[in-house]
């Protein structure tokens, strides 16, 4: 499996961009990169995902090194709402079907 | 659109009891899956069907745990008997297909306490 890291925590201000990164060296070339997040006492939340090229939303911008290696989730503008824990996940192929596998996450804090 | 639902919401058992939790996935997704969530840990994917297929199950402690898809919509899991350590929350997903481009939509999760 395609292993993920991730900073265990990170604080950003209320209104600014947060950045939360992730390492992904072992990733293959048909692996997507995907961002999840958790709210307290909620269920995951898909964010967004990417392959190769930057990718935007109504939610968040992905951006993906050319070497695939490493991503960069970046919320433009982040709210209170947006304190939760962030999960980079690696679609890993196996058996012809996927599987989705979390790893610890990033704990954002954004102060008021 | 409905979410993925699932109940109940929360459960208080003593250990060696059993339980069962439900889900309803998202009208017309395929795969579904299982995850036990220990408080401070990110989700463990348990079991992962695709309609009423088993693909995963390699994460499952099989002496304990049972799940099944019934007619490849809704799914129940199981656990009997339980232990301290079963005390999680666990969360049922859904995706359209098991496709590398496909996201897997969450439930709320039902949170077990065993005591």
């Known amino acids: 499996d395609a292993k993920t890291t991730q900073p265990p925590s990170m604080d950003c201000a209320e209104g600014r961009a947060a950045n939360l990164p992730c390492n992904h060296s072992?990733?293959?070339?048909?692996?997507?990169v995907y961002w999840y997040r958790q709210i307290h006492s909620q269920g995951p939340q898909y964010i967004i995902h990417g392959l190769k090229n930057n990718e935007t939303n109504e939610m968040a911008s992905l951006i993906i090194t050319e070497d695939r290696k490493s991503s960069t989730l970046i919320l433009p503008h982040a709210t209170l709402r947006d304190t939760a824990v962030y999960y980079c996940i690696v679609r890993v192929a196996s058996g012809g079907y996927q599987k989705v596998t979390f790893g610890t996450g990033t704990k954002l804090q954004v102060i008021p | 659109e409905a979410g993925v639902a699932q109940s109940p919401r929360y459960k208080i058992i003593e250990k060696r009891q059993s339980v069962a939790f439900w889900c309803n996935p998202i009208?017309?997704?395929?795969?579904l899956y299982w995850y036990q969530q220990i408080l401070g840990q990110g989700p463990k994917l348990l079991i992962q069907?695709?309609?009423?297929?088993?693909?995963?199950d390699s994460q499952l402690p099989k002496d304990r745990f049972s799940a099944e898809r019934l007619k490849g919509v809704d799914s129940t899991l199981k656990i009997q008997p339980a232990k301290l350590e079963d005390s999680a929350v666990y969360l049922c997903a859904s995706s359209l297909r098991t496709g590398e481009d496909t996201e897997a939509f969450f439930g709320q999760g039902t949170r077990l306490t065993v005591v």
């Open positions: 072992t990733i293959s070339g048909n692996e997507y």
């Open positions: 009208s017309g997704h395929a795969t």
């Open positions: 069907f695709q309609n009423n297929g088993v693909v995963d």
